[in-house]
């Protein structure tokens, strides 16, 4: 079955910098687009960024860019969220999120918290 698994999330303080990792299974990983989404708390979730299958292509919500990289390794099947000049407001649950056969699917999130 379609397993996500997120992992890296902390506290960290403002200015800092964390990355994130997904671990995928179950699914052609290297043949799908792969995202990651956050939440914050009483926020609708968002999403943050995006790759193509090959990695050739990204793209982020105007709130990241310039900050947040994501990345993938296809031979080992991850994905990575790569976030500097965290702020305040970047504090959320973070998903990793596919869509197989037209159904999304979801990690349970790791929570980064970015305060002083």
């Known amino acids: 079955q379609v397993q996500l698994v997120e992992s890296g999330g902390g506290l960290v303080q403002p200015g800092g910098s964390l990355l994130l990792s997904c671990t995928a299974s179950?699914?052609?990983?290297?043949?799908?687009?792969m995202r990651w989404y956050r939440q914050a708390t009483g926020k609708e979730r968002e999403l943050v960024a995006n790759?193509?299958?090959?990695?050739?292509?990204?793209t982020y919500t105007d709130l990241v860019k310039g900050r947040f990289t994501i990345s993938r390794d296809n031979a080992k099947n991850m994905v990575y969220l790569q976030m500097n000049s965290l702020k305040p407001e970047d504090t959320a649950v973070y998903f990793c999120?596919?869509?197989?056969?037209?159904?999304?699917?979801w990690g349970e999130g790791t929570l980064v918290t970015v305060s002083s």
């Open positions: 999120s596919t869509q197989v056969y037209g159904l999304d699917y």
């Open positions: 179950g699914f052609p990983f290297d043949l799908l687009l």
């Open positions: 790759i193509t299958p090959a990695g050739s292509t990204t």
